[in-house]
């Protein structure tokens, strides 16, 4: 009688994994068809903005063309809209193909000693075109650490995670709102900040901002370009750094995005964090940037 009894609670037991094995499949399955569909939808994004900024570019310089020669005025006008549509394509292919290399695992940190005051003024002026388009100021507050001129770390990638902070800062914004970047420099320890007083967030949406093949469609993307892959790569290059990303946001009043970047330490080795973990690899003859 006790191994009828056994033998119904094993079966019983089995049962009850099958279940949750099939549970677990449907799942997975879900996942996967999500995710097809994440790529898909990413794939068509990208095509679009590819091609859209071409497009723009190729009917412009033919406009050029054809303007006689007192119209000089018309064509510094057509020029700079190129400018701006060649920046925006530009800008956007490079984050594809950093998403593309960190999917990959080849993408690598090279450090050196950097101005991160005259990286972030730097990046500020690239998007004076859509800066200036949407009437905004935008305010630079650091602490006075000598640290800030000679920073060692990733040019490129601080470049990467300004630029798409500071772009998606001026996507959220109304007309004539205001952006403040705050930079702080303490124990070897960088943190920048992004601050918009734009759309914002819904709380329950934030998950989907990192993810690389998903793009929101509340009224901060619906009303405005990109392919949505802007933040996920930010998180992906800062992890590339041992560094980290924290939001704030808030329906109607903004967002608030800090990235926190530990400084690279010369050891006998090449470059580690302060945690001694080695990271990257450069000959001692690196230059500041």
Same mark, same amino acid.
Not at 33 to 49: D, I
Not at 84 to 109: C, H, K, P, W, Y
Not at 169 to 190: C, H, R, T, W
């Given at each position: 009688?006790?191994?009828?009894?056994?033998?119904?609670?094993?079966?019983?037991r089995?049962?009850?994994?099958?279940?949750?094995?099939?549970?677990?499949l449907?799942?997975?399955?879900?996942?996967?068809?999500?995710?097809?569909?994440y790529?898909?939808?990413f794939?068509s994004?990208?095509?679009?903005?590819?091609?859209?900024p071409?497009?723009?570019?190729?009917?412009?310089?033919?406009?050029?063309?054809?303007?006689?020669?007192?119209?000089?005025?018309?064509?510094?006008?057509?020029?700079?809209?190129?400018?701006?549509?060649?920046?925006f394509?530009?800008?956007?292919?490079?984050n594809i193909f950093?998403?593309?290399?960190?999917?990959?695992?080849?993408?690598?940190?090279?450090? *050196? @000693? /950097? =101005?991160?005051?005259?990286?972030?003024?730097n990046?500020?002026v690239?998007?004076?075109?859509? &800066?200036? !388009?949407?009437?905004?100021? *935008? @305010? /630079? =507050?650091?602490?006075?650490?000598?640290?800030?001129?000679?920073?060692?770390?990733?040019?490129? &990638?601080? !470049?990467t995670?300004?630029?798409?902070?500071?772009?998606?800062?001026?996507?959220?914004?109304?007309?004539?709102?205001?952006?403040?970047?705050?930079?702080?420099e303490?124990?070897?320890?960088?943190?920048i900040?992004?601050q918009d007083?734009?759309?914002?967030?819904?709380?329950?949406?934030?998950?989907?901002?990192?993810?690389?093949?998903?793009?929101?469609?509340?009224?901060?993307?619906?009303i405005?370009?990109?392919?949505?892959?802007?933040?996920?790569?930010?998180?992906?290059?800062?992890?590339?750094?041992?560094?980290?990303?924290?939001?704030?946001?808030?329906?109607?009043?903004?967002?608030?995005?800090?990235?926190?970047?530990?400084?690279?330490?010369?050891?006998?080795?090449?470059?580690a964090t302060?945690?001694?973990?080695?990271?990257?690899?450069?000959?001692?003859?690196?230059?500041?940037?």
């Amino acid at each position: 009688m006790g191994n009828i009894n056994n033998n119904e609670i094993d079966v019983e037991r089995l049962k009850e994994e099958i279940a949750d094995l099939q549970l677990r499949l449907e799942q997975m399955n879900d996942k996967l068809g999500k995710s097809e569909g994440y790529k898909s939808h990413f794939l068509s994004l990208v095509t679009n903005e590819i091609i859209n900024p071409f497009t723009s570019i190729l009917g412009l310089s033919k406009g050029i063309t054809r303007l006689k020669d007192d119209e000089m005025e018309k064509a510094r006008k057509l020029a700079k809209i190129i400018y701006s549509e060649t920046f925006f394509l530009d800008f956007q292919l490079n984050n594809i193909f950093m998403a593309a290399r960190l999917e990959a695992g080849e993408a690598v940190a090279n450090p *050196v @000693k /950097v =101005d991160i005051l005259t990286l972030i003024n730097n990046v500020i002026v690239d998007f004076e075109v859509d &800066i200036t !388009k949407k009437q905004l100021s *935008v @305010k /630079v =507050d650091h602490n006075n650490s000598d640290k800030l001129t000679h920073f060692v770390s990733d040019p490129a &990638i601080l !470049k990467t995670v300004v630029a798409n902070l500071l772009s998606n800062a001026i996507k959220a914004s109304n007309i004539n709102g205001q952006i403040i970047i705050s930079v702080e420099e303490a124990d070897a320890m960088l943190h920048i900040s992004v601050q918009d007083f734009g759309v914002g967030i819904d709380a329950d949406k934030e998950h989907e901002l990192f993810d690389r093949f998903k793009k929101l469609d509340d009224t901060i993307n619906s009303i405005n370009t990109g392919t949505g892959i802007g933040l996920a790569v930010v998180q992906g290059v800062l992890d590339l750094l041992h560094g980290s990303l924290e939001m704030e946001s808030e329906v109607g009043k903004g967002s608030l995005f800090k990235a926190t970047i530990p400084e690279a330490i010369r050891t006998e080795c090449g470059f580690a964090t302060d945690d001694g973990e080695l990271f990257f690899d450069m000959d001692d003859d690196s230059e500041s940037f």
